[in-house]
């Protein structure tokens, strides 16, 4: 008679004993804590919405600094010459952002409404990085925010 027809079904079958096996293995050998992986996790993201949320507030306060210290005369050049200085002093802040540096080199576009008489100063390509034990985060956003001659109105991430 011809066997050859169950070589391949012993083969399956052995196979398959050596996946289940590798598996067992795997189980078995997986020492880790899920706990502590979860307690990393989330005290990467709870440190990241932190520096987000501080990041937003240090721009604001930045960009108020700005709005203070220039003239009603040329008001678009000397704010601009002014978030630049005050974004250069903040530059070597020791947080891996590039926020900052987009500012002191001019990389954003400032529009003004005139129906409205309000300035949108919008910094694309934003971007942070977070870092906890072995894990990081990156989060990349566009920043915008809506200013007047004398005080800030909205400042949001998108």
């Known amino acids: 008679m011809n066997r050859r027809g169950h070589l391949g079904t012993l083969l399956l079958v052995f196979g398959a004993f050596i996946l289940v096996g590798y598996a067992l293995h795997a189980m ?7 706990s502590k ?3 990393e996790l989330r005290a990467l993201s709870g440190k ?5 949320k501080d990041v937003l507030i240090n721009i604001e306060k930045m960009v108020f600094k700005a709005i203070a210290s220039s003239t009603s ?8 010459e002014s978030i ?20 002191a080199l001019g990389n954003y576009s400032l529009t ?18 977070t870092a906890v034990e072995n894990n990081n985060v990156r ?3 566009n920043l915008e ?10 400042v949001k991430s998108f």
């Open 145 to 154: 925010i809506l200013f007047d001659k004398s005080h800030v109105i909205s």
């Open 48 to 52: 990241s919405v932190a520096v987000h």
């Open 73 to 80: 005369v040329d008001f678009e050049k000397t704010f601009n």
């Open 112 to 129: 003004f409404d005139s129906v409205t008489a309000k300035y949108t100063l919008v910094v694309n390509n934003v971007f942070e990085q």
């Open 28 to 34: 078995l050998s997986f020492g880790g804590d899920i």
């Open 84 to 103: 630049k200085k005050l974004a250069e002093e903040k530059r070597a802040s020791g947080l891996n952002m590039n926020v900052y540096a987009k500012l």
């Open 37 to 39: 992986i979860k307690a």
């Open 139 to 141: 989060y990349l956003y």
